[in-house]
């Protein structure tokens, strides 16, 4: 199995509790997302809505699974996307 950078995005509820939870996944597993940025709203402005995107590299696919799994676990999160990041092949001119 080969390592890479795995991307998700956490959609949950805008609760100080949430941020710490969902790092916390990463740590209990070793890791230090590589990146991480969160910001309160939605497309529609909803204050209730906070959405994390991190960044994870190194790692294989079936631990990036596992990572997205457990983060599904956490209370205040209502949903969780993740995929690997690819880089585009450059055209020949």
């Known amino acids: 199995m080969s390592s890479g950078v795995y991307c998700f995005s956490v959609h949950a509820e805008a609760s100080p509790a949430t941020l710490p939870r969902v790092v916390e996944v990463f740590a209990l597993h070793g890791h230090v997302p590589s990146s991480c940025h969160s910001q309160v709203g939605g497309r529609a402005g ?3 809505c906070l959405t994390v995107d991190l960044q994870m590299d190194g790692i294989t696919a079936h631990e990036a699974e596992l990572l997205a799994k457990r983060i599904g676990r956490v209370v205040t ?8 990041k690819r880089v585009a092949a450059r ?3």
């Open 46 to 48: 909803d204050e209730r």
């Open 77 to 84: 999160v209502q949903n969780v996307l993740w995929s690997e």
């Open 91 to 93: 055209l020949a001119a």
